[in-house]
């Protein structure tokens, strides 16, 4: 079956690096996605990975193995405004019509 | 800011009742997924409309259906309303149903169940 593993809390101190994991099991990978969202609001897109290695988006980057079913989320530069949850979603092209399996979503809580 | 909109942003119903809640796409998106989110847990896939068809339904009872407009707009309905449907329901507007089409969340409609 499909599954999606990510811690469920982390903390962290301003200015600090912080790293966040995300392991999966899916029969017909397509591509993970990271989304950062805020108590009470709405997912926000933060990267896609389809291919193996590391994506870099300013702060935030992202990398990928496939043959590992495994991928980070690291943060550099903490600012108290990164404390949120982050998600980390696959598209499976297994699950009806490429669908998003997501984790429950890591919370990092940005300490002084 | 998405672009993406929800209606209405709090919703409060007892068991039993009917609830439609709104959505408008990011212009220029011709697809709308829908989600429920539970406290403390990732969104689960509701269904998916392309092009005013379903293009993909999750793992949830008849009772919850959906349309899509000719604008691209979304409704969400769920029939007989249970305690468990107390939850945050998101819609996602992306540009077709490729691969790597990204999703993009509108702000979410909360809805609770007494």
């Known amino acids: 079956g499909q599954n999606i593993d990510q811690p469920t809390e982390m903390t962290a101190t301003e200015g600090a690096i912080v790293q966040i994991n995300c392991t999966y099991q899916t029969s017909g990978f397509n591509g993970l996605f990271w989304y950062q969202q805020h108590a009470g609001e709405a997912p926000t897109f933060l990267s896609y990975?389809?291919l193996d290695g590391l994506e870099e988006k300013g702060r935030f980057s992202s990398f990928l193995s496939r043959s590992k079913g495994y991928s980070y989320l690291l943060l550099k530069e903490l600012q108290m405004k990164d404390s949120a949850s982050y998600l980390c979603a696959v598209r499976d092209k297994e699950e009806s019509n490429y669908q998003l399996i997501w984790g429950a979503g890591t919370k990092l809580i940005i300490k002084p | 800011e998405t672009g993406v909109t929800q209606s209405p942003t709090h919703l409060i119903k007892t068991r039993g009742q009917q609830v439609t809640l709104r959505c408008s796409s990011q212009?220029?998106?011709?697809?709308v997924s829908w989600y429920q989110q539970a406290l403390g847990q990732g969104p689960q896939f509701i269904f998916q409309y392309y092009r005013e068809e379903e293009n993909g339904r999750g793992n949830f009872p008849p009772r919850f259906s959906g349309l899509q407009f000719p604008n691209y707009s979304s409704e969400l309905n769920v029939n007989a309303l249970e305690l468990d449907d107390s939850a945050l329901y998101l819609c996602?507007?992306?540009f077709g149903t490729g691969r790597s089409d990204t999703q993009y969340f509108g702000p979410g409609t909360r809805l609770t169940v007494l």
């Open positions: 990975n389809v």
């Open positions: 212009s220029g998106h011709n697809t």
């Open positions: 996602a507007s992306s």
